[in-house]
């Protein structure tokens, strides 16, 4: 059943079809909308809980409190007083974190985000840590 | 003709991966191999005894860069087996999903890795390039091309959509109509049928002696496949053939593979058709009352088995992986034996190794020539004097 040149045709007809790559980096690469991406972080919503530490598998995440903290809101005659929200950061390791987003899944706040950044290269290793505020 | 050995790898022997084999040639023809293991040992079946059940599942998945769900999924049947936890019907159909889609990937990179061995480069690109097709509907559905983490301890992480559902039935559409066409170069070319047939031999009996799983064992005629043997997941529900081909050679291990993906397109359109509804995922507690389980799972290169033993805390006591390669090592000697130095790339791409998969500790002495396998308690007193000599005292540990 051997037939010869089978592929020729094939080969011929690529030569009108248009390039299966694409430009980048000179043109935008297309990445799904749910990609799992760098992780973002919103001081606010954070408790300081460390459940997503204790979950990540890599030691990729710390939350630390914050060096500034925020002031004690005034009190209101009458009321108790109200003890100032903790504010904390967090540090992410980039080049620890596999982009698991079990964090994402596991923070109770939802103060961690998932983001579809895939450009995370660096020539120095200290800019892999990055601090969130 | 004097006899002369030459060690083929551990730099890239046939595939970008360590791996050694001592080849005895007379003239150009083997009459002797003998495979060495252990340039790729990563320590993860230790490292998994410190990591929590869900750490040591991302820490698994790792195990290899293709089969990622394959070891997940069997790595969590034991898990929620000794947690007791009765998985959704829609987790165990995505979960299922998510496998085939993964043999197509695996096996379209096969083909493609075939292609470049015998020299038929166009084939590669060509099956390289189709192959992206089912990359994006794995990345469509999980979040990522390689590592999917689709699965979690009690079901599946994502649910898929019905716009997702209708994308990637219409990739297979595509993917259905290039195999259709691979089929042919695969069984008609003179090209590949010169570079495969009769190659790397492996007769039923010696298939079955030496234990060889997956592809390598359905080729030589072994109806063997854990989907049918004892299935898992949803695979009782599925309406599949099992492939096995008769020729014992090279070839019958490619028809094998080409066919087989015409089956997993028929099972990914089966359960996107007939995806059950309901929830995708239950609580699982993070400890794991004491037990210990094995589970087998056909991964794209064969038989997969884990084994995993648990002691009543968050984290394993002992998790052991065989990964198909290491059963299919054991052919490949048999294979290379009689045939000519210039096809032991193509016969040892053949098995579709995965070497990462395979390493486990084992210790060579260049001085004395010898390869040494190490048991628990010497593994443990190595370790102890190794660390003495750095000043930290583990013995009373
Ligand atoms: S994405 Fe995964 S690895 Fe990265 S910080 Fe979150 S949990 Fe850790
Ligand atoms: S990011 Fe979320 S999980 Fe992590 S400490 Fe803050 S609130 Fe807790």
New binding site residues.
Partial sequence: MIKPARIFSEVIKHLFIKPATSGYPFEKAKIMPNFRGR?DFDSPKCIGCQM?VK????K??EIRLAAIQPPAPAQVEGQPVVAAKRKFDCF?HLD?????????ETCPKDALIMTQDFELAHTSRAALTRHYK | MSKITIPLGPQHPALKEPENFMLVLEGEQISGATVNLGYNHRGMEKAAESRTYLQTMYLLERVCGICSHSHTTTYITNVEELAKAEIPQRALAIRTLIAELERVHSHLLWLGVAGYEMGFETLFMYTWRDREQVLDCLELLSGNRVHYSMNTIGGVRRDISIEQKAEVSRRIKFLEERTRYYIKIGTEEPTVAARTANVGMLPPAVALERGAVGPTARASGIARDVRKDEPYLIYDQLDFKLITHNTNDVFGRLVVRVLELVESYKMIHQILNNLPEGPIAVKVPMKIAPGEAVNRYEAPRGEDIHYLKSNGTDKPERVKVRAPTLANLQSVAYMLEGGWLADVPLVIAAIDPCMSCTDRASVWDPKKGKMALYGWEEMRKLGIEHYKKRGVNFSGL
């Fill in positions: 992780i997503c979950v990540c598998p890599s990729a995440i992410m620890h974190c596999v982009y698991c987003a079990q964090c994402v």
